[in-house]
């Protein structure tokens, strides 16, 4: 978090939101992520269910406090990203009590199959990569419903980091899910994240507007220092094209 910190005062962000992820879900991944990632499957049983470590409410603020004092040039918010918000309320309003979060994305990484719960990659072995996608767009609609515990939908496009790098993901094809999943998250008066780890879609962010979204979040889903803001210039350029204008502070909602 200190590198975070101190990448940020380099490279002129003026803000930093530490969204820490709070997952109640118990998901399968596939082989290939648990090969891929030796810290996930250091949580993973022998059948790959993967089982979160209880989140330290204290832990992470004392982290939060720490990185304030040694930064006070730097202004930064606390916070969360609720995995499955929807399915785990009770679990995240004790820790929403435990301590003060600046800022909350919920955000939904897989869907329920059977009594598993598969992320993206499984999902397309399951369903098939389209009928995944339609599906998991599908169930955002129930995800703001079933909780409001959060402000900041969270990348919305999250299967589309697993498309086949050989293929050109076109979102039109799903222009009719797009479009009723982000008016679910305008009606329910959220803010759509323009998640640059893979940039969102110009299109999506049209279909947003139209929708009825007014504000938009930055988030660059860092996980670590070298990554922060990667890939915020265009994002910074497909939300101007689309209207949206910064706020009074760095930290603020971009709207319209
Ligand atoms: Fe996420």
Known sequence: MEGTCARALE???????????????????????????????SFADAQGRVTAPPFD????LSAVERCRERFPGLRILSGLEIGEPHLHVKAVAVILRAGRFDRV????????????????PMLFEHYGREEALRRYLGAVPAVVAGSDNFAVFAHID???RFWPTDEMFDPMAYEEEFRLALRAIADGGRVLELNSKLPLHPEVVRWWREEGGRAISFGSDAHYPAALAEGFREAVHIAEAHGFRAGRHGHDFWTC
């Open 57 to 60: 409410v204290e832990g992470y």
């Open 11 to 41: 490279i002129g962000v003026p803000a930093v939101a530490f969204t820490e992820h709070l997952d109640h879900i118990v998901w399968t991944a596939d082989r290939e992520t648990l090969a891929e990632s030796p810290h996930l499957a």
């Open 158 to 160: 999250y299967p589309v």
């Open 105 to 120: 994305l919920g955000s939904q990484h897989g869907l329920p199959v059977g009594e598993t719960f598969y992320e993206p």
